[in-house]
Nanobody, 125 residues
Framework: VQLVESGGGSVQAGGSLRLSCAAS????????MGWFRQAPGKEREGVAT???????AFADSVKGRITISQDNTKRTFYLQMNSLKPEDTAMYYC????????????????????WGQGTQVIVSS
């Protein structure tokens, strides 16, 4: 499985960014895809997940400001981030894993076994 993130950058507080994750090499028909972030000196935290049915989940800290979506034909996942805050500054990673059909997706990095290299987001005040 290969995951390649893009779209990071530097923005001022209140700005927007759209991150992309191009995925290849997996054949799961049932999957969880997640966006995670890690700020310097902090643990990696879950931001949002989406499954193959389009069900989503978000961290409380980003609800109302961030949306997650996917383009199945392109096998690309997106994280649209609006109203960015300095505390959103972090390296953002996408990850994917096979999902059992009866199970949901958790915002838990330990659940995921395939990761991208990350894209840096810097939000200045």
């Amino acid at each position: 499985v290969q995951l390649v993130e893009s779209g990071g950058g530097s923005v001022q507080a209140g700005g927007s960014l759209r991150l992309s994750c191009a995925a290849s090499g997996y054949t799961y028909s049932s999957y969880c895809m997640g966006w995670f972030r890690q700020a310097p000196g902090k643990e990696r935290e879950g931001v949002a997940t989406i499954d193959n049915n389009g069900s989503t989940a978000f961290a409380d800290s980003v609800k109302g400001r961030i949306t997650i979506s996917q383009d199945n034909t392109k096998r690309t996942f997106y994280l649209q981030m609006n109203s960015l805050k300095p505390e959103d500054t972090a390296m953002y990673y996408c990850a994917v894993r096979r999902r059992s059909w009866w199970a949901g997706c958790r915002l838990a990095s330990a659940d995921f076994d395939s990761w991208g290299q990350g894209t840096q987001v810097i939000v200045s005040s």
